[in-house]
């Protein structure tokens, strides 16, 4: 069974900055991290799920939403089955729950599709940042 595990959310100034980590564990049959398209994904109250970035399960391409585009940087250690977001220049509309997630090995997703929740099958519980001015 696949597992999620995000950690390093924070408190911090505006203008800082925070790297998130998510561990990859388990598969039907053993890690196969290297197959999974993997993204971040971020949540506010009252608000709805969005795409923030994501990368390839091949050559590493990324993918940003504009709003954070040239702040944040997605990586991906297939070594280690890690998953990072580097996030700098941090603002207040920036705090939310951060999640990752992961599709399904080996399935392709379009590239106008890596930042929309309906192509990832699994997710982890998420890492809390907030940002105050």
């Known amino acids: 069974q696949v597992q999620l595990a995000e950690s390093g959310g924070d408190s911090v100034q505006a203008g800082g900055s925070l790297r998130l980590s998510c561990a990859f564990s388990g598969a039907p049959s053993g890690p196969i991290y290297r197959s999974n398209h993997m993204a971040w994904f971020r949540q506010a109250p009252g608000q709805e799920r969005e795409g923030v970035a994501a990368?390839?399960?091949?050559?590493?391409?990324?993918f940003y939403a504009d709003s954070v585009e040239g702040r944040f940087t997605i990586s991906r250690d297939n070594a280690d089955h890690t998953l990072y977001l580097l996030m700098d220049g941090l603002k207040p509309e920036d705090t939310a729950m951060y999640y990752c997630a992961g599709t399904a090995p080996l399935v392709w997703v379009p590239p106008g599709r890596r930042l929309d929740r309906s192509a990832y099958a699994y997710w982890g519980q998420g890492t809390q940042v907030t940002v105050s001015s």
């Open positions: 990368i390839d399960a091949g050559r590493g391409t990324t």
